[in-house]
């Protein structure tokens, strides 16, 4: 999508671009949801550098998530994107994660033990109030979890993802053919 992006004649001044999420790295890192971000879309749709709102992930974990809180704020985001990982997971809520059921705050910094690695996520709050949500899910792997963001019993401590798919306001799913394959 980023690349659709950066080719798109799109008035990217109008926008203010904050991240849903990042992996406690540099923004130069390769594993940085920033620096993928700029490389495929921001640097080559010239989006202007004052519109865009990274997490600063480099600094201590609660820091960066307190820092990312407050350049926040609490206005509703007009457009969300996020995408599902084939556990479920959406943003850096992890199945299992305490944070699922944080209905107020904006930010925190979130340990995933599966990757052994701090991120930096949105909170349910602000996910939850967007005015519209994009969600991209892409790739057989994730086919089996969207049925069951779907159709099996609400359990969004087990499938994050049913949490945005349930209760956020006007969600579009954007599936590949592989991820829709087991969704009728």
Do not use: C
């Not at 790295?25 to 700029?38: I, Y």
């Amino acid at each position: 999508m980023f690349e659709i992006f950066a080719a798109t004649r799109f008035a990217w001044d109008k926008v203010q671009l904050f991240f849903v999420d990042e992996r406690g790295v540099p923004p130069t890192d390769s594993q940085s949801n920033f620096k993928f971000a700029n490389d495929t879309w921001l640097t080559p749709g010239s989006f202007p550098n004052t519109n865009i709102h990274r997490i600063h992930a480099e600094l201590a974990p609660e820091a960066a998530a307190q820092k990312y809180a407050a350049e926040v704020g609490g206005e509703p985001f007009d457009l969300i994107h996020q995408g599902m990982g084939p556990d479920g997971h959406t943003a850096s809520l992890f199945p299992g994660e305490p944070r699922i059921q944080d209905r107020t705050g904006i930010a925190a910094a979130v340990w995933v033990e599966k990757f052994k690695q701090w991120r930096i996520t949105l909170l349910p709050r602000v996910l939850l109030e967007a005015k519209h949500t994009a969600m991209l899910v892409t790739g057989a792997d994730k086919a089996p979890v969207l049925r069951d963001v779907l159709k099996s019993e609400y359990n969004p401590n087990t499938i994050p993802t049913q949490l945005i798919a349930r209760e956020a306001k006007d969600v579009h799913f954007f599936l590949d053919e592989a991820a829709a394959r087991l969704v009728d």
